[in-house]
């Protein structure tokens, strides 16, 4: 099995930072993409961004130049920046993986999710 445990959420006012870890751990065998979703109330789950394999990052539009995504491969751990946080980033934050396990199977890991609460 493999296991993702989310920490940092928590509530802040408008224009704060935020940092959320992401840590990986069980039968990993390789991780390819990971990345961060976040779902607000009453709306659907929606991508963050993603960082691949090589390092290469991708953002909704809503948080480019505000968030940043980072990852230290030898500690399986995905990191997420948030600056100038808005009301509207109000939402649970998930950690989600592509991964293979030790029997080299295919696996898409989602975290519990982490509440970030922004205040005006």
């Known amino acids: 099995q493999v296991q993702l445990v989310e920490s940092g959420g928590g509530l802040v006012q408008a224009g704060d930072p935020l940092s959320l870890s992401c840590v990986a751990s069980?039968?990993?065998?390789?991780?390819?993409?990971m990345g961060w979703y976040r779902q607000a109330p009453g709306k659907q789950r929606e991508l963050v961004g993603v960082?691949?394999?090589?390092?290469?990052?991708n953002y909704a539009d809503s948080v480019k130049g505000r968030f940043t995504i980072s990852k230290n491969n030898g500690k399986n751990t995905l990191y997420l920046q948030m600056n100038s946080l808005k009301p509207e980033d109000t939402a649970v934050y998930y950690c989600?993986?592509?991964?293979?396990?030790?029997?080299?199977?295919?696996?898409?890991?989602w975290g519990q999710g982490t509440l970030v609460t922004v205040s005006s």
């Open positions: 960082i691949t394999t090589s390092g290469r990052t």
């Open positions: 069980g039968s990993i065998s390789t991780i390819n993409t």
């Open positions: 989600r993986i592509e991964c293979k396990d030790t029997a080299y199977r295919y696996l898409e890991v």
